[in-house]
């Protein structure tokens, strides 16, 4: 599947991120039958899911709205997959990077949301 050039731009600058604020990327674009996981870090002994979603800045509505229950279940499925294949045994915290870009896929802002949801709420 190839994604749509502002999601990579997006997953590059939220990547960027994390690293820079101490974050040790494990994986990125997991896929399996569930579904994918955007970017997977790990910090503090704290394994973290993040959903990127990345919008042009002039749109009129948050990227975190498009992360509705039905996708959170995905995620979530996805990660006791992902869990379960790596055998990792660590608390899991679900974050949504909201990444902002300008006209020229310039980073504009962003927002990054922890605990952005909970598993099974």
């Given amino acids: 599947m190839i994604k749509n050039k502002t999601g990579v731009w997006g997953e590059v600058y939220a990547a960027r991120y994390l690293r820079d604020n101490g974050y040790m990327l494990l994986t990125a674009n997991y896929v399996c039958r569930f579904g994918e996981l955007d970017i997977v870090a790990q910090k503090d002994g704290v394994v973290c899911v993040v959903e990127v979603k990345t919008r042009n800045r002039n749109t009129p509505v948050s990227p975190m709205e498009a992360v509705d229950r039905g996708k959170q279940g995905r995620i979530e499925a996805a990660t006791k997959h992902f869990m379960s294949v790596l055998k990792i045994k660590s608390e899991i915290r679900f974050d ?5 870009l300008d006209d020229s896929d310039n980073l ?8 952005a949801f909970q598993e099974g709420k």
């Fill in 96 to 100: 949504v990077c909201e990444v902002l």
């Fill in 108 to 115: 504009y802002s962003i927002n990054y949301i922890k605990n």
